[in-house]
C-alpha cells in the first residue's frame, strides 16, 4: 500500500471532536451495540459508506446483498471503515405507475444521508436502471469521493436455441401474440426464459446503458460495467473497488473533479456507439445539472453522426454475456478515442485519465464490437428533432429497421420525410382500451399519439411510447408504425419512438392541442415535427385547455409534480440543482 497523506475526515468530527467530547460519547455509544469498538471509530481511518440497492423488491439489484461482503473485504484491507445503510428500492418493471417517481425520491433521501451521517466516501451500489443516475445525482450535490459499483447483468437468455434479451423478448413476444404466431403460456415461457440469473438487463436497455455511461464518466473502474452479475470477476470486481475508495478519501477526489463537460460528452459519444437507451438523455442531462454542467441539444446533435458499432439488442444481435468478453465498454471507448471522438485527458477514479485507462482495450470480438469506420449502421445518435407540437424530442436511429425505413422513409426524392395521420391516446389506459376499435380506421399511413405520460402528466413520465399496432396490421406482418409522445420508453424496445416530448401536453405543450385525423409530417433530414394545422385552429383548440390528468394518489406524487421539471431538462426537482458541494460545511450538531 503507498503512503498516505494524512487527513483529517469528516467524520472526526462525530467521533474524535475534542471541543465536544459529550457529542462524542453520543455518537459513539450507538454504534457500540454491533459490536464495532470505539477504537475503530476513533483511529481516524476513513468511514466508507456503502449505499446499498438491493433488496427483495429490487431483484436487477440483489446480488449486491451478497457482493457487499468483497466490498467490505476491500475497504477493510484499504484501511477504511465499511459502513452499508439502505437506499430507496427502485424496479423498473413492478413500480406503479412508474418508477420514474423514484429516481428523485432516492436521490433525495441519499443527499440527506451523505449529508448528515458521519460518512467520507461512498460506494454507489448500481445495477436498474435509475438506481445509476439517482446516485450520481446525489454524491454529486454532496460531493465526498464516490464511485459506482455496478451489479452486472444477467447471463445470456435462450429459448429453443435462440437468444432471448430481457425487455426485448417481452414487446417481441407482444406483438407475435398479438399476431397469433404464440400461445400465451408460449409468451410466458420466452419471457421467463430471458431471466435466468441474477443481474440487471442482459440487453443495451437503460441499465446496460447507465452503467456503462458510469464508465465513461469515470466513476467506475475500467471494466466495471459489463461484467455478469454472476461471474467471478464481479465479485473480483467489489473488492477491488472496495480498496480504490478508501484511496480517493485519502486523495480528496471527489465527483466535481471528475463530471467535467468533457466527461459528460464522453457519455453523450459512448450512448450512441453502443445504441444506447433513449432515457440516457433526461439522466445524463440530469446528473450533468446537479454538476453544474450544462447539455443542451446541440449536445445531442454533435453525437449523431456517431456510428452503431456494438451488437448487441435491442438495435443488434447479441447480449451481456458476450458484449463483456469482447471488452465492454472500454472496448467502445478505445473505438471512441482512435476517432478523436472521446476526451482522453478527463480524470476518473482510477487516479488516471480516460486514455490511460484504455490503453490496451481493443476488442477481439469483431462480430460484437465493430470498428468505427465499418460499423453496424451509420449515424447512431439520438435524432433531435422539434416543431409545432413539442420543443425537443428524441428519436432512436440505432433501431430503425429496414422494413420500418423503405415504408416510411425512402419515397423517391422525399428520404428522410413522410406524412401520417394521427391517432391521438390519452394515456395507455386509453391505448389498450380502443387500440383495436374498428372506428379508428388505424392503417400504415398512421402515426400513434400517447400524450399525458410526461413528469407531471402521469406522473413521473412512463415507459409507455413504444405502441405497437393493432392486431389486424401485427396479423399483415406490419409490426411497428411510427409513434410520437410526450413519455419515454423501455431502453430494452426495438421502436423508433420520437419520445421524451418536451414540453408535455399538461402542461400544454402541444400534443395539448393535437387531434386524431391530423396530418404530421416528419422531416428527419431537418429535425422538424409538425402538425399541419393552421394558427387560427391551434389557437381556438387552445382555449379547450390541456386533457385531464389522473389524480395525485400520494404525498410524493404531489412534491413532485410540483417541482419537476421537463425530460428536456433532465425531469429533476429543479429547487434542488442549486445545492452543491453539500459536505464543505457541516451540519450542526443534533443535541
Known sequence: MAERTPRRFRSRDWFDNPDHIDMTALYLERFMNYGITPEELRSGKPIIGIAQTGSDISPCNRIHLDLVTRIRDGIRDAGGIPMEFPVHPIFENCRRPTAALDRNLSYLGLVETLHGYPIDAVVLTTGCDKTTPAGIMAATTVNIPAIVLSGGPMLDGWHEGEL??????????????????????????????????????????????????????????????????????????????????????????????????????????????????????????????HAGVEITADDWRAAYDIPLIVNMQPAGKYLGERFHRAGGAPAVLWELLQQGRLHGDVLTVTGKTMGENLQGRETSDREVIFPYDQPLAEKAGFLVLKGNLFDFAIMKSSVIGEEFRKRYLSQPGQEGVFEARAIVFDGSDDYHKRINDPALEIDERCILVIRGAGPIGWPGSAEVVNMQPPDHLLKKGIMSLPTLGDGRQSGTADSPSILNASPESAIGGGLSWLRTGDTIRIDLNTGRCDALVDEATIAERKKDGVPSVPVTMTPWQEIYRAHTGQLETGGVLEFAVKYQDLAAKLPRHNH
Request: with cysteine; charged share 20%.
Open 164 to 289: 432471448v434479451g430481457s425487455g426485448t423478448v417481452i414487446w417481441r413476444s407482444r406483438r407475435k401474440l398479438a399476431a397469433g404466431e404464440i400461445t400465451e403460456e408460449e409468451f410466458i415461457d420466452r419471457a421467463a426464459s430471458s431471466a435466468p440469473s441474477a443481474g440487471h438487463c442482459n440487453t443495451m436497455g437503460t441499465a446496460s446503458t447507465m452503467n456503462a455511461v458510469a464508465e465513461a464518466l469515470g466513476l467506475s473502474l475500467t471494466g466495471c460495467a459489463a461484467i455478469p452479475a454472476p461471474y467471478r470477476e464481479r465479485g473480483q470486481m467489489a473488492y477491488k473497488t472496495g480498496q480504490r475508495i478508501v484511496d480517493l478519501a485519502y486523495e480528496d477526489v471527489k465527483p466535481l473533479d471528475i463530471l467535467t463537460k468533457q466527461a459528460f460528452e464522453n457519455a453523450i459519444a459512448l450512448v450512441a456507439a453502443a445504441g444506447g437507451s433513449t432515457n440516457a438523455q433526461p439522466h445524463i442531462v440530469a446528473m450533468a445539472r
